[in-house]
T-cell receptor, first 110, second 113 residues
Framework: DAKTTQPDSMESTEGETVHLPCSHA???????IYWYRQVPLQGPEYVTH???QNTTNSMAFLAIASDRKSSTLILPHVSLRDAAVYHC???????????FGAGTKLSVKP | NAGVIQTPRHKVTGKGQEATLWCEPI?????VFWYRQTIVQGLEFLTY????????DSGMPKERFSAQMPNQSHSTLKIQSTQPQDSAVYLC???????????FGPGTRLLVL
């Protein structure tokens, strides 16, 4: 699976809308974009995923660039509970297991 | 649905001893993944089973580490002759088929003294 690039950290304040970027310039046509988040002392938790179209669920909005070389996870009205490390990874339905990078550590101030 | 179950949650072992970690995937999931997480190395992939068969073990250290999946309801990760550098949180995840959403367990925190 292709590699992703994310900023090491981002800061926000409660109530703000946060945009978490992810670059995946070498993404293949059959690769899905997955986002997970991880808080201390817990395993990663699935947030959302998409292939080409923007997607939305109760946790976040995923905006995918038209050329699919980048995506942005949008967290509306963040709270302290949204402070976590957010991982962007690419998955294809093949025999390769996903590798996680360092992700983006999101800090949320009161 | 209890989610992925990992036991024990914490394990302290002496250097040179053996440690066996257990993972029970979500019922109906055919794929199981093992990862190791430390502050220094982050989240490292170890090995992956699908339908109980090993698919990718490229992340497994060549010595002392082994993993099995004897049936669809559990997988084990065994570390022989544990060393202090094996101290980490070992995470297990399962997914329905393999290329889809992973669901992680709470992890086993291993401390080798």
């Amino acid at each position: 699976d292709a590699k992703t690039t994310q900023p090491d950290s981002m800061e926000s304040t409660e109530g703000e809308t946060v945009h978490l970027p992810c670059s995946h310039a070498t993404i293949s046509g059959n690769e899905y974009i997955y986002w997970y988040r991880q808080v201390p002392l817990q395993g990663p938790e699935y947030v959302t995923h998409g292939l080409q179209q923007n997607t939305t669920n109760s946790m976040a909005f995923l905006a995918i660039a038209s050329d699919r070389k980048s995506s942005t996870l949008i967290l509306p009205h963040v709270s302290l509970r949204d402070a976590a490390v957010y991982h962007c990874i690419l998955r294809s339905n093949n025999n390769n297991a996903p590798r996680f990078g360092a992700g983006t550590k999101l800090s949320v101030k009161p | 649905n209890a989610g992925v179950i990992q036991t024990p949650r914490h394990k302290v072992t002496g250097k040179g001893q053996e440690a066996t970690l257990w993972c029970e995937p979500i019922s109906g999931h055919s794929a199981v993944f093992w990862y190791r997480q430390t502050i220094v190395q982050g989240l490292e992939f170890l090995t992956y089973f699908r339908n109980q068969a090993p698919i990718d073990d490229s992340g497994m250290p060549k010595e002392r580490f082994s993993a099995q999946m004897p049936n669809q309801s559990h997988s084990t990760l065994k570390i022989q002759s544990t060393q202090p550098q094996d101290s980490a949180v070992y995470l297990c995840a399962s997914s329905l088929q393999g290329g889809d959403t992973q669901y992680f367990g709470p992890g086993t925190r291993l401390l080798v003294l």
